[in-house]
């Protein structure tokens, strides 16, 4: 391959934001069941990162089971509680009561905080959480990191992290509102969430 100039675009090795026994884990409710029949029932979390030379950028989304759309969303160059509570409360924005709603994650330190678990009683969400050390618990949100990379990412040389910040912000424009998906009928996740509220 090297002889004649190909380069295989490998995924880098993911962020792990386990830090052993903090709190309780919650359990399991989704069991890898990611269907949804109407919006506000199941939400996806988790943080994933990107390396920049010797700079480091996280991406925590939140991600709509019913249509794939990524709803709400932050960007920090440091994993810390700030980027989660800013992206919860930016995701509560679409929120529309329904008190069956399961947010989803792994068992990060920042979804077992007591301050991330009152953000959820708070608004009547139902905390669920993967089994420790099984990645397809959460595969949902996985695939949407595997996408991103390998659309936008590895196909791009970056030299700063403001570069990345604005590609990653047009690349979530474009998945949300023009990327179609075959089991979305062929619609993008807005399209086929106005289609189905028709």
């Not at 295989?8 to 792990?16: A, N, T, W």
């Not at 943080?47 to 010797?54: C, G, H, L, P, R």
């Not at 019913?66 to 409360?89: A, C, D, H, R, V």
Request: proline share 3%; net charge positive; with cysteine.
């Amino acid at each position: 391959m090297g002889s004649i100039g190909l380069k295989s675009l490998i995924r880098g090795k993911k962020y792990v934001s386990y830090k052993g026994e903090l709190n309780a884990a919650a359990p399991n409710l989704f069991m890898q069941n990611f269907r949804a029949d109407q919006p506000c029932l199941k939400w996806a979390t988790d943080v994933t990162e990107f390396k920049v030379n010797d700079k480091k950028l996280y991406l925590s989304p939140v991600i709509e089971l019913f249509n794939g759309e990524i709803i709400s969303y932050n960007l920090s160059e440091s994993p810390n509680f700030k980027q989660i509570s800013t992206m919860l409360t930016k995701a509560f924005k679409k929120f529309d009561g329904n008190s069956k709603l399961i947010l989803h994650s792994d068992q990060g330190w920042q979804y077992r905080m007591d301050k991330y678990k009152i953000m959820l009683r708070t608004k009547g969400i139902t905390q669920s959480m993967s089994r420790r050390g099984n990645c397809y618990d959460n595969a949902i949100i996985e695939n949407f990191f595997g996408t991103l990379k390998s659309e936008l990412f590895y196909l791009k040389k970056y030299s700063t992290i403001n570069e990345l910040k604005k590609d990653i912000k047009e690349y979530i424009h474009y998945y949300n509102n023009d990327r179609i998906r075959l089991n979305l009928n062929g619609m993008s996740p807005i399209k086929y969430r106005a289609h189905q509220s028709n």
